[in-house]
């Protein structure tokens, strides 16, 4: 079973930057769909990228030319640089992972979550 912490949410003014990071650790898939999902206050989860096992990656078009995803397998971390942050941002992001690649970019449900990371974002 994997298990995914993040870290590096906080508190920034529009405009700022943050980087999240999610380390894996237990069972690591040898195939995988990873990314990051966020939910604001009384609002549902939303994908925000997405990057499967074969390098291909999938942005929510609001976050597009903003936000990045990267990975160092050998540290078994994926990242996600936030740049020009907008209140708009303002979340909890959730680490998530599933084995199967397959449709990673439409994929809702994933097999492991973290336990979430708080970026708020004042304008």
């Known amino acids: 079973q994997v298990q995914l912490v993040e870290s590096g949410g906080g508190s920034v003014q529009a405009g700022g930057s943050l980087r999240l990071s999610c380390v894996a650790s237990?069972?690591?898939?040898?195939?995988?769909?990873m990314g990051w999902f966020r939910q604001a206050p009384g609002k549902g989860r939303e994908g925000v990228v997405v990057?499967?096992?074969?390098?291909?990656?999938y942005y929510r078009d609001s976050v597009k030319g903003r936000f990045t995803i990267s990975q160092d397998n050998a540290k078994n971390t994926l990242y996600l640089q936030m740049n020009s942050l907008k209140p708009e941002d303002t979340a909890m992001y959730y680490c998530?992972?599933?084995?199967?690649?397959?449709?990673?970019?439409?994929?809702?449900?994933?097999?492991?979550w973290g336990q979430g990371t708080q970026v708020t974002v004042s304008s």
């Open positions: 237990g069972y690591t898939y040898s195939t995988y769909c």
């Open positions: 998530v992972a599933d084995p199967q690649w397959v449709g990673c970019g439409q994929k809702t449900t994933f097999r492991a």
């Open positions: 990057i499967d096992s074969r390098g291909s990656s």
